[in-house]
């Protein structure tokens, strides 16, 4: 098992950027392959982006495709996700998971808390 934890959300007006972070403990992160997911009100949890356990390949939903940018540093067991040009539609709790670059969220194992990003108009 591994331990995820998110930050980095917040408010941003549209346009602008944020940054998140998931740290990871436990397994053997370096061998792990890494998502994001988010979850708006209302609506089923959805695939942002993955990556592989070498950072060789990265995966993105078409909605954040060239806004969003997945990337790991395995010395600090960490996962970003920097996201630029945000919109008010990607307001949403956003979890990172860890054991899969699959779309589907019942491919990962282990989840973290989450973080709030608020993009206003």
């Known amino acids: 098992q591994v331990q995820l934890v998110e930050s980095g959300g917040g408010l941003v007006q549209a346009g602008g950027s944020l940054r998140l972070s998931c740290a990871a403990s436990?397994?053997?992160?370096?061998?792990?392959?890494m998502g994001w997911f988010r979850q708006a009100p209302g609506k089923e949890r959805e695939f942002v982006a993955a990556?592989?356990?070498?950072?060789?390949?990265?995966y993105y939903a078409d909605s954040v495709k060239g806004r969003f940018t997945i990337s790991r540093d395995n010395g600090k067991n960490t996962v970003y996700l920097q996201m630029n040009s945000l919109k008010p539609e990607d307001t949403a709790v956003y979890y990172c998971?860890?054991?899969?670059?699959?779309?589907?969220?019942?491919?990962?194992?282990?989840w973290g808390q989450g973080t709030q990003v608020t993009v206003s108009s």
């Open positions: 990556i592989n356990w070498i950072a060789t390949s990265t």
């Open positions: 998971a860890a054991g899969s670059i699959r779309t589907m969220a019942s491919a990962y194992k282990d």
């Open positions: 436990g397994r053997t992160f370096s061998s792990l392959a």
